[in-house]
Every structure is written in structure tokens, then in C-alpha cells.
């Protein structure tokens, strides 16, 4: 008799607490139903891993992107899965391979559907088709016809641009003109070629340079060629632009369900900043970079360096350098906060997904080289950082490698979204550690045809291998050990007398390369 008393009383603590699931789970899927989980990605350009103050950095302060690495996940070892824009642009929209996309280079980004490259939908195509208002502001950088599906006017301009606008010019020069129009320099001034507006140069900026050696300073030079303080006042700037966009997009969608894109062109050069933000960064208070003299003999990118301009390993430039390149990423992280106390004030914050991260970084005067399309740290690490209360647990910190091809996997994921074909994974089980099999290592690729093996970086427990370019035979593979190397001085392989020594770390490491273009070729 107590024997079955016991098993009846075992059968209703199953059931009521079946019961209790199955209402949990109803609860889940009808909040989910009612209120669909909303998506905010914020993206800069050109924004190296350490110009973040969360990550270390003394000088330059972000107090608002550390907001969302304390209130949810900062990723350690983020990286792109391309050193130049548009191929990385293209792989974080689709979550695929540069292979794949075939986005190989930024002259790809005004291709037509018809030539077959990047065939995949973006996962704002995905979020679209599934409710979603989607709608996207600042710089776009990708085959033009992906962008399609936005709700406000995204009529592409012309080949020379690459911000999303109505007209033959950007949506920012046709909001320019006429709250600051052109005027022509003064002494001690030039014309910025991509705002067609004056600055005042700094002794970095090239036509300083040809003026102080009295040569010609009439033709026009590359954006990477331009440093000092815009004339465009604060409010007018291109950040301020794209920035209170954003904003009124917020207004106007805080009752739909939305995908909200924000896309700040800075810290990409032009390296103007506004000048009440240059003045918060005096240039000889600036660091700088520990390998600026690097000789670079042992390395694969010497041929580069010697064509580099000197300008780029004279410790004072690369002062101003930084001072500029600071200020570009301050005034971003002020419209951040701008962007996130809207959040909060429309009563969204805890339903909405928030990814930050950019496409590539800056060298910056590391190794005396400047811009991104190599594999050392400061072009190929970036800064990511995911926010989502109730979700993602704050200050969570992953250590894991990954690329932000997998931010394609994870914002569908948190969307609540059916899977969808990819050569990234959701984060998701790295943000809660319930993945132990991804984020080993991670694979950076550069592709100068679709018919060779990529040029390639793998790192792996703070090793990282490089082979820059794999159809030359000469070339100089390179092995680093970043766990006493952080600056990638010493090239273990190379002319390095012990370079077999390291033999078996090569190996491990191009095995892991190896496995990588097995699962993401071909898509």
C-alpha cells in the first residue's frame, strides 16, 4: 500500500512539473509571438581592436561602447574575416567565406546581381522576409543591389562614394551644402577631396609635407593621404549625420519590429577629426606604437614597408596621427550613447539585440606602415561587442576566436530565426559557455583570385601563422608568438636559424586552415 501511495505521488511531482514546463515554454513562444526580439548593429570603419577604452586603452576613452561590453559580451579575440571593406562588409551581411561572396576586392562594390557575386541574402533579406522593417544609415560599402530591401531611400551614388542616398550626391554632401558650403582655402589650408571642404593639415598630411620641401601641392592626393582638423563645425559632421538618423529611425519604428543599421563612416580616412575633439588628444601626449622601427627584414611585408612613406615611421606624425584617429573614434562612441539612451527612453532596450563591431582596423604607425589589407593585429583584430538583456549575462567576457562572419548566424539566432546555410556559427554557446567545439582558432583570408588558395592568417592559442600570399614562391611565411611577441617583432620562420624548430606549430596551425577551407568551401 505505501509501495504505491510512493509511485503515485512520484507521478504527480512528474506531471506538475511537466505542467510547469509546458507553461514556461507557452509563455516563451507567446512572448515571442507578441513581442518579436528587435535587432540595433552599430558598425564604424576602420576601427582597430584596441581603440576601445573596455579593451585596455589608457588614453582614449569610450564610455559608451564600454557600456555594452559591461552590460553584456566583449569578444577578446574578434577578427575580420578580410583587412579591406568590401569584402569584409560582404561576409558580415551574409555570413559566408570572401570565396563564397566572391567579393574579392572593393572595386566589386557596384557589381551587378547578374555577374553572380554574392548570390546569398544578407540576414537583413532574412529578417525582411520575415516582418522585419529594416531600414540602414551610413556607410554600405557592398554590391549595391543587396541593398534593396531597406525601407528609407537607398538609391546608391556614384562609384566614387559609398554611402547609401538619394541623387548624384551622398545624402550627407546634399545635407552639407547648404548648412556649410564649399568655400576655398585660406593660407595653411587644403581641400579635403571627399567633403570638397578646407581643413587645416597637420605635418603628417602629404601636401604639408610637399609644402615644407617647397615641391607642388596643386594635384590631388588619396584619402589616406589627408590628417588634420576638418573646418566642418561639430554639428555638421558626418558622424552627427548618420547619428541623429538613427535617432529619428528609432522614433519612427519604436512601435514595429525593426533591424536598424547604423554605419559611421569614421574612423576611415579622410583622418579629419572635428577639432573640439582633436583638442581632447594633444598630439604629444599621444602614444606610440612599440614597433614603429621595426626593420621588418624577417618579415612578409617588407616589400611594403619600403613603400610605405617614411612620414608613417616618424614618431611625431604618427602622434598627430593617433590624435586625429582618437577623435574620430570619440565622437563616435558620444553617438552611441546618444543612440542608447534613445533606446532607453523609447522603452526598447531590453527587447532589442545590440552588436558592435567594425570591418577591419588601422595599423596606425605600427611597423611604420598606415591603412589595413595585412595580418598583423592592428589591421586584422577588431572590436565586438553584443548586448542583450535578459539573454546575454553583463560582463561577460569570451576568450574565444572568432571572426564576425559568424554575426550572420548569431543576430538570426537571437532573432528567433529558422537556421540558414553559413559558414560561420551563432556565438550564442560562447556568450553562454555551452560550446566547447568552435572558437579554437579563427582564419583571416585575402583573395586576389577565386581560382587560388587564399592568402591566409590562422591563430590559435596565441599563435598566429602567416602566409600572405600563397602564389609567389619566394614569399616569406610567418610565425609569431603572441603570448611573448605582442607586437609581432620576431618572426620565428623566415631566415630564423631555429625556424625548424617550429615546424610541428606550423603544421597544427595550417591543419586548422586546412579544416577551415574544407567546411567553407565551396558554399
Known amino acids: ?151 528609407n531611400p537607398v538609391t546608391v551614388a556614384g562609384k566614387s562614394r559609398s554611402e547609401l542616398g538619394p541623387g548624384k550626391k551622398t545624402a550627407y554632401l546634399e545635407y552639407l551644402d547648404p548648412n556649410f558650403p564649399p568655400r576655398d582655402p585660406i593660407p595653411g589650408e587644403f581641400i579635403d577631396t571627399y567633403t570638397e571642404r578646407p581643413y587645416l593639415a597637420h605635418p603628417i598630411d602629404k601636401r604639408y609635407d610637399l609644402a615644407s620641401r617647397g615641391e607642388d601641392v596643386s594635384g590631388r592626393v588619396g584619402q589616406s593621404d589627408i590628417h588634420g582638423v576638418t573646418t566642418i563645425p561639430t554639428e555638421y559632421h558626418i558622424s552627427a549625420f548618420d547619428g541623429r538618423k538613427t535617432i529619428k529611425a528609432l522614433e519612427r519604428l519604436k512601435d514595429s519590429t525593426f533591424s536598424l543599421t547604423c554605419s559611421f563612416h569614421h574612423p576611415h580616412p579622410p583622418y579629419l577629426g572635428a577639432k573640439s575633439y582633436v583638442d581632447l588628444f594633444p598630439p604629444d601626449e599621444m602614444p606610440i606604437p612599440e614597433s614603429i622601427h621595426d626593420d621588418m627584414e624577417n618579415s612578409p611585408y617588407l616589400d611594403r614597408k619600403q613603400r610605405a612613406s617614411s612620414r608613417y615611421s616618424d614618431p611625431e606624425n604618427i602622434q598627430f596621427f593617433t590624435s586625429e584617429y582618437y577623435a574620430m573614434v570619440k565622437e563616435v562612441d558620444d553617438w552611441v550613447g546618444k543612440i542608447l539612451d534613445k533606446l532607453d527612453e523609447l522603452g526598447l532596450t531590453d527587447n532589442t539585440l545590440v552588436v558592435f563591431t567594425s570591418d577591419h582596423g ?78 579554437k582558432y579563427v582564419v583571416t583570408e585575402w583573395l586576389s583570385s577565386l581560382k587560388s588558395s587564399p592568402s591566409h592568417m590562422v591563430i590559435k592559442d596565441g599563435w598566429k601563422l602567416m602566409l600572405p600570399d600563397s602564389s609567389a614562391k619566394d614569399v616569406i611565411k610567418a610565425l609569431y608568438d603572441l603570448n611573448t611577441d605582442p607586437h609581432e617583432m620576431n618572426n620565428l620562420l623566415g631566415t630564423n636559424p631555429d625556424s625548424p624548430k617550429h615546424d610541428e606549430k606550423v603544421e597544427e596551425l595550417e591543419s586548422c586552415f586546412r579544416e577551415w577551407l574544407m567546411k567553407s568551401r565551396p558554399f
Open 1 to 151: 500500500m505505501k509501495e504505491r501511495f510512493l509511485i503515485h505521488r512520484r507521478l504527480k511531482i512528474i506531471i506538475g512539473t511537466v505542467l510547469v514546463l509546458l507553461s514556461i515554454s507557452c509563455s516563451e513562444r507567446s512572448r515571442k509571438e507578441e513581442n518579436p526580439p528587435n535587432f540595433l548593429f552599430l558598425m564604424t570603419d576602420q576601427q582597430r581592436f584596441d581603440a576601445l577604452s573596455f579593451a585596455g586603452n589608457t588614453v582614449l576613452e569610450t564610455p559608451n561602447l564600454d557600456r555594452l561590453g559591461k552590460e553584456g559580451a566583449w569578444f577578446k579575440n574578434a577578427y575580420t574575416p578580410c583587412a579591406v571593406c568590401v569584402p569584409a562588409r560582404a561576409s558580415i551581411l551574409t555570413g559566408c567565406s570572401v570565396a563564397n561572396t566572391g567579393v574579392i576586392s572593393n572595386s566589386l562594390a557596384y557589381v551587378e546581381e547578374k555577374t553572380g557575386i554574392m548570390p546569398m541574402p544578407t540576414y537583413d533579406e532574412v529578417l525582411a522576409e520575415n516582418g522585419y522593417t529594416c531600414e540602414y544609415y551610413g556607410k554600405w560599402h557592398t554590391p549595391t543591389f543587396r541593398a534593396r530591401i531597406y525601407n
Open 362 to 439: 588601422e595599423m596606425l604607425g605600427a611597423h611604420g606602415m598606415y591603412s589595413k589589407m595585412v595580418f598583423y593585429e592592428e589591421s586584422a583584430h577588431i572590436p565586438l561587442l553584443i548586448r542583450f538583456p535578459g539573454r546575454i549575462e553583463p560582463g561577460t567576457t569570451v576568450d574565444s576566436y572568432v571572426s564576425t562572419v559568424n554575426l550572420f548566424a548569431t543576430i538570426l539566432d537571437y532573432m528567433d530565426m529558422p537556421e540558414k546555410k553559413s559558414d560561420g556559427f551563432s556565438l550564442r554557446g560562447l556568450i553562454n559557455g555551452t560550446d566547447e567545439v568552435n572558437g
